[in-house]
C-alpha cells in the first residue's frame, strides 16, 4: 500500500478558500432565509463551497484550461439545474425565479473564489445581497 501524503500546507489554503467562499454567500443566504423563501441558510452556502471546491479540485488534478473550463461549465450547468428545481409554476405566472438566479449567482462566487478572484466574489455577493434587499420594496411598489 503506498504511503498517504498529505499536504497540510494545502489543507490549510483549501480550507480559507472554502471558508471565504462561505461567508460571501452567508448574506444572501441570510436574506432570503429571513424573507422565509425555500432556499436559504443551508441551499447557498452549501452551492457556494460545493462550486469552490469542484473548481479547487479540478485545477488541481487536471491540467490546462480546457479541462478547467469543462469543470467550470459543469457547475454552470449543474446549478442552472439546482436553480430550476427552485422555479415553480402557478396559474398566474410562476415564483422561484429570483431564488434560481440567487443560487446561479452563489455558484459564480465559489467560481471566483477559486480562481483567487476576490474581488468578483466580493462585487456578486454584495450586488446579490443588495438585489434581494430591496428590489422587493421596488417590485411591491410597481406591481400594485
Not at 51 to 77: H, K, P, W
Not at 79 to 89: H, N, S, T, Y
Request: proline fraction near 3%.
Amino acid at each position: 500500500m503506498p504511503p498517504i501524503d498529505i499536504d497540510f500546507n494545502l489543507i490549510v489554503f483549501h480550507f480559507v478558500q472554502l471558508g471565504i467562499a462561505l461567508l460571501l454567500s452567508l448574506p444572501i443566504a441570510l436574506n432570503r432565509e429571513t424573507h422565509d423563501r425555500g432556499a436559504g441558510l443551508r441551499t447557498f452556502p452549501l452551492v457556494t463551497i460545493a462550486s469552490c471546491a469542484f473548481m479547487l479540485v479540478g485545477m488541481n488534478v487536471y491540467q490546462g484550461s480546457d479541462a478547467e473550463a469543462r469543470v467550470m461549465y459543469a457547475i454552470i450547468t449543474g446549478m442552472g439545474f439546482i436553480g430550476g428545481g427552485a422555479i415553480f409554476k402557478k396559474q398566474d405566472g410562476g415564483s422561484g425565479t429570483a431564488t434560481a438566479a440567487g443560487i446561479w449567482n452563489t455558484g459564480a462566487i465559489g467560481v471566483s473564489v477559486a480562481y483567487s478572484r476576490y474581488e468578483i466574489a466580493i462585487v456578486l455577493s454584495i450586488i446579490g445581497f443588495l438585489i434581494f434587499q430591496f428590489s422587493g420594496l421596488i417590485k411591491d411598489k410597481t406591481c400594485k
